[in-house]
């Protein structure tokens, strides 16, 4: 096996931060640790779990690698927590590499927060079925729960509620063919009850109807006014952090 010869050349290109919408990754270091390995040091805020961390390395010859998993180890991937000195371990004979060439080491935060939940479009699948506009708003991904039975709720009562409409037309009706009061008393009675009942039904038909979408509006409108907010693309600028070792086996 070839050996490192060092001190080779270590030195630090640009220590900008790299900011992809909240997520910033700065005083990026590399150091050997053995004659198979590379450390790769950097710092990081604004990390979500759902962001991930990655590296290339970019050869003299313009050729970009991409390290495969099995051979990265250490604060890779996912999970990643804000702190310094976060450290990856890159065993570049795992990879069958053999760098013998000055290479660019570049850190990248990649966030997966561009993928909001929905906006406020939404609110008019709620306008057509309560609950059902709703699942799609949450956060951090679509959540059905109960709410389906919210459209069942609103249109059960809204089905009742013009069925007892019916039986109220039906029983006075009947109470104006009687010739008499006595006889035409129950069928008033129960043409009232009947009409109370749809009135109570088809108003809260309406309340759960009316929250659902204002609800699902508004959780929409503030999950757009997020996404604005945290719009990402990728950026392969000069503003990134990246550290340039020279080394050879």
């Known amino acids: 096996m070839k050996h490192f010869f060092w001190p080779l050349f270590l030195s630090l ?6 900011s992809w919408a909240q997520v910033q990754v700065s005083n990026v270091r590399v150091q050997p640790i053995d004659d198979t390995s590379l450390e790769i040091l950097y710092d990081i805020t ?16 313009g050729s970009i690698l991409y ?12 999970g990643i927590t804000d702190g310094t000195n976060r450290r ?10 053999e760098l013998t060439d000055e290479i660019q080491v570049t850190v990248h935060a990649w966030t997966s927060r561009l993928k ?3 906006g406020p479009g939404y609110a008019l699948l709620s306008a057509l079925a309560p609950g059902i506009g709703n699942i799609f708003v949450q956060n951090p991904s679509p959540k059905i729960g109960v709410r389906p039975l919210l459209t069942v709720a609103t249109y059960g009562l809204i089905i009742y509620g013009i069925n007892q409409h019916r039986d109220s037309r039906k029983e006075y009706d009947l109470y104006l063919d009687q010739k008499n009061t006595t ?3 129950p069928y008033y009675e129960r043409a009232n009850k009947a009409h109370q009942r749809y009135y109570i039904a088809t108003r809260l038909a309406a309340v759960i109807w009316a929250s659902d979408v204002v609800a699902t509006f508004l959780k929409g409108a503030r999950n757009q006014r997020q996404n604005r907010a945290l719009a ?5 600028q000069i503003g990134q952090p990246v550290a340039v070792v020279r080394y050879t086996f």
């Open 88 to 97: 990856i371990r890159w065993n570049i004979f795992a990879e069958g590499f």
């Open 116 to 118: 909001r939940p929905g």
């Open 183 to 185: 006889d035409a008393q």
């Open 46 to 61: 604004g990390a979500s779990p759902t962001d991930s961390v990655y590296f290339a390395v970019k050869q003299r010859n």
């Open 67 to 78: 390290p495969r998993r099995k051979a990265v180890s250490g604060d890779y991937g996912k």
């Open 232 to 236: 990402v693309r990728m950026d392969y």
């Open 13 to 18: 290109l640009l220590l900008q931060s790299s």
